[in-house]
């Protein structure tokens, strides 16, 4: 019997102009699969379950020596071809089917495809991704452009534009060309006190916002995309549905799928008398027109930093207090170090280290405290509180989700404190909910916002299974000089125990930059010794912010420093740093010893040279 069928087999071979060994064994190795395969469906259809799955598996293994046969013989019976195309569009058309019932809804059932809550950095991509992909999409953002009933438009943008990374870059740019007229001898010009308009700076990061909000972040142009956009106040009614609280009533909406991306809000400390001094937050400075004289910033983070290079260099003496023993905590020591002398050097005082007793306020003009005390003391000292006194108090000390307003009980989403819980898909406790940006709690930058809800959208209405990427977040605190850095820190590398070594590029060696009058920069990068794999990158300098990406991709796409090193580079930039610090990975590989047998072999004449100086 045997040997019939392989007759038969290797006939059938010939025929389709094949190799018949291969054919025979294809033929043959398939044959417990498939029996398995079949004995996989009979099961899943005794328990009721979906067998699209093996019945797939099935239809492929019989279909496997054929295959074999249309890529490399002839003769194929029309037969197969059919086969083929039934097994290809009955899988696509039953996994299309078993995706819509495992969303829990029908799309006759639901108003929408999606909905998306929240309008910032994070809602605006889940909700272009979305419309551009053909979903019936809605956008649900309760802040908004000018009053309700008198048709305001959604305030689109979220933090990023109106209350934190545009209207804060501004400033920081209008106080550095202040700071420039006054240090102007430094580009052979003649050093000159600017004469600062205070109110008139500030209507210039409000216009410049607004420019932004115009010509990116406006409705109009997600509404071209075929997205609805609502101005309102949304909140769960259950899994699939929404009330949304508009000028004009209260109204339903319901999706198969919904992206949760409500942002964050300042998240102020526990201070007694906090809550009855007046005092200023990311979401209300950049609305005051009147300079104080005297500002107390409590925070020195990225925003707390920021902020106080920038008053200070528009005429506010500035006090930052913070309970850490360093400003911007999370960044290289040494790094950090630098950056508070420059700062210090401008008339920036820190207190370090120190807790915040109480605050308190005595009169108060137009909103801002006349009179705003602090009483503060060395952290673990018992003693007398110091007293600081100042005409405004800047909150900058972290943020929290936004979290109540959306009833997320009512359509069971695990959250806690921090804020939505979500799997590393972005994926909520609901399966067909999923969650991006400030409201889960994780990274507060608006780059990670919009990388969250790409991941998102895309798992949510592709199915694709893209997960988030943790390890290569640059962050970058934009004071001047600017403070980046990606990946492993030194600190994380001692103690995961990493091997790994340290290359350091000064901008002293960097002729962009003594060009421009910027010297005082330092490129650190940690990497492991043979091969130049980039661990960590830390850059304090002018376009650190830029300098960073470099190294954010060469992580992001195993490029080593080898080959950063190898890539040419234009002459003169910033960027070329980044191959400077590189060549310093070449100099650590040259060692004397090395040179000495190179110069042995080809006879050389001169004498070897220092490694160090190579780069």
């Not at 417990?32 to 005794?46: E, K, S, T």
């Not at 000159?192 to 406006?218: I, L």
């Not at 850490?324 to 210090?344: A, C, F, I, N, V």
């Not at 980044?578 to 090395?594: N, P, Q």
Request: with cysteine; glycine share 10%; hydrophobic share 40%.
């Amino acid at each position: 019997m045997w040997d019939s069928i392989r007759d038969g087999l290797v006939t059938l071979a010939e025929q389709y102009g094949v190799n018949p060994v291969v054919f025979v064994a294809i033929y043959l190795s398939t044959i417990p699969l498939y029996v398995a395969a079949i004995g996989w469906v009979v099961r899943r259809l005794l328990r009721g379950r979906s067998y699209l799955v093996p019945a797939t598996l099935a239809a492929g293994l019989y279909l496997s020596s054929y295959i074999y046969v249309l890529v490399e013989g002839r003769n194929l019976p029309l037969w197969v071809y059919g086969a083929m195309v039934v097994m290809i569009g009955g899988g696509g058309y039953f996994t299309i089917q078993n995706i819509r019932k495992r969303a829990g809804m029908s799309p006759k059932d639901c108003t929408h495809d999606l909905i998306v809550i929240g309008g910032g950095a994070a809602g605006l991509t889940a909700a272009r991704f979305g419309a551009r992909i053909g979903a019936k999409t809605l956008l649900v953002e309760q802040g908004h452009v000018g009053q309700v009933a008198e048709g305001g438009t959604p305030q689109l943008g979220g933090d990023a534009t109106w209350k934190g990374c545009v209207p804060s870059k501004t400033l920081l740019r209008s106080a550095r060309a202040a700071h420039q007229q006054r240090h102007a001898s430094r580009y052979g010009l003649e050093d000159r006190e600017p004469e600062v308009d205070f109110a008139t700076v500030m209507e210039h990061v409000r216009s410049v916002r607004q420019q932004v909000f115009d010509e990116r972040s406006h409705p109009d142009h997600l509404r071209a995309l075929g997205a609805e956009v609502r101005a309102g106040r949304a909140r769960f009614l259950g899994p699939h549905t929404v009330e949304i609280e508009q000028g004009d009533g209260v109204h339903t909406a319901s999706a198969r799928y919904l992206i949760v991306a409500g942002g964050g809000a300042p998240k102020p400390p526990p201070i007694e008398g906090l809550d009855q001094t007046p005092h200023l937050t990311s979401a209300s400075l950049f609305e005051i027109s009147r300079r104080p004289r005297r500002l107390l910033i409590l925070g020195a983070g990225s925003i707390g930093t920021e902020m106080a290079q920038a008053f200070q260099r528009l005429g506010s003496q500035v006090t930052v207090v913070e309970e850490s023993e360093r400003m911007l905590s999370k960044d290289d020591p040494e790094m950090t170090g630098r950056l508070r002398e420059r700062l210090e050097a401008e008339g920036v005082r820190f207190r370090l280290g120190v807790s915040v007793e109480r605050v308190s306020e005595h009169g108060a003009e137009e909103g801002l405290a006349s009179a705003v005390f602090a009483d503060i003391h060395p952290r673990g000292d018992g003693g007398e509180p110091e007293r600081i006194e100042a005409d405004a108090l800047l909150v900058a000390t972290g943020r929290r989700a936004a979290l109540e307003a959306l009833h997320l009980e009512a359509a069971g989403i695990e959250h806690t404190d921090r804020g939505v819980t979500v799997s590393s898909r972005c994926r909520t406790s609901q399966r067909h909910i999923y969650a991006a940006g400030d409201v889960t709690g994780r990274y507060q930058f608006t780059h990670m916002s919009e990388h969250m809800a790409r991941v998102a959208a895309v798992n949510a209405l592709l199915k694709v299974p893209l997960t988030l990427d943790t390890d290569h977040v640059p962050w970058v605190t934009f004071t001047d000089p600017e403070l980046a850095h990606v990946g492993a820190t030194r600190q994380q590398l001692d103690d995961e125990g990493t091997d790994y070594e340290v290359h350091r590029f000064d901008y002293e060696g960097l002729d962009r930059a003594a060009a421009e009058g910027e010297p005082e920069g330092l490129i650190k990068v940690y990497a492991t010794e043979w091969r130049g794999k980039v661990l960590g990158a830390t850059v304090l300098g002018a376009r650190a912010g830029e300098l960073i990406c470099e190294y954010a991709v060469a992580m992001k796409h195993g490029v080593s420093l080898h080959r950063l090193a190898n890539t040419v580079h234009p002459y003169p930039t910033y960027g070329l740093a980044a191959r400077r610090a590189a060549d310093r990975w070449y100099a650590s590989k040259h060692t004397g010893r090395i040179a000495g047998w190179i110069k042995r072999i080809f006879d050389y004449k001169g004498e070897v040279t220092d490694p160090e100086h190579l780069a």
